[in-house]
């Protein structure tokens, strides 16, 4: 939940590019920096201890979760990482159940909580989408609507953050 505060962040940033550079070819070329800046920085991300395991690759992955728990403070795993079953070459995966989205919408509590979750999120695009259209009719600077509609959104992700660690999921 409080990774959303970085999109407050970001919007924030937007504002501020819009007011420094006023022409769309200033902004487009702020962005392309910051994009270009973030994809540089995308070496420097260690990969997924889950992803190096599921791909057979324990020791990677037990030196990435070593690494990210001497940054965090804490012990490393004491035991080794469970043994993933790797399907060989010569069965072709026979035996095993290929999983795809139709084969997990298949059951009906998936598949409600799955579409129950979609409609959710198309109306909260749909909402977003208006509010930003929105904006621009509510009179004054669409530069201070923007901010207060982005200000609105931050007590929102930390109320959520309080009630899920108070509360539970």
């Known amino acids: 939940i409080l990774q959303q505060v970085f999109f407050i962040v970001g919007e924030f940033l937007l504002v501020l590019f819009a007011v420094l550079l006023p022409s ?3 902004q487009f070329l702020a962005g392309a920096v910051l994009s270009g ?3 540089g920085l995308w070496c420097l991300v260690p ?3 889950r992803w ?3 791909q057979g690759k324990a020791e990677e992955a037990m030196q990435v979760l070593t690494t990210l728990a001497r940054r965090n403070g804490s012990s490393p795993p004491a035991e080794p990482l469970a043994q993933v079953q790797q399907p060989t070459a010569g ?3 026979q035996g095993q ?3 795809s989205l139709t084969s997990a919408l298949k059951d009906f509590h998936i598949a409600r909580r799955f579409f ?3 409609f959710a999120w198309l109306v909260m695009c749909m909402v977003y989408y208006g509010i930003s259209f929105a904006l621009g009719g509510m009179g004054g600077s669409l530069y201070v609507s923007f901010s207060v509609a982005c200000l609105a959104e931050l007590p929102s992700y930390l109320l959520s953050a ?3 660690e108070r509360l539970g999921r």
Do not use: M, N, P, Y
Request: zero cysteines; hydrophobic letters at 50%; glycine letters at 16%.
């Open 52 to 54: 190096l395991h599921v």
């Open 37 to 39: 800046i973030s994809l």
């Open 91 to 93: 069965s072709g995966g």
């Open 24 to 26: 769309w070819r200033g």
């Open 97 to 99: 159940k290929k999983l």
């Open 162 to 164: 309080w009630a899920i």
């Open 116 to 118: 129950i979750l979609a």
């Open 47 to 49: 990969e997924s201890g």
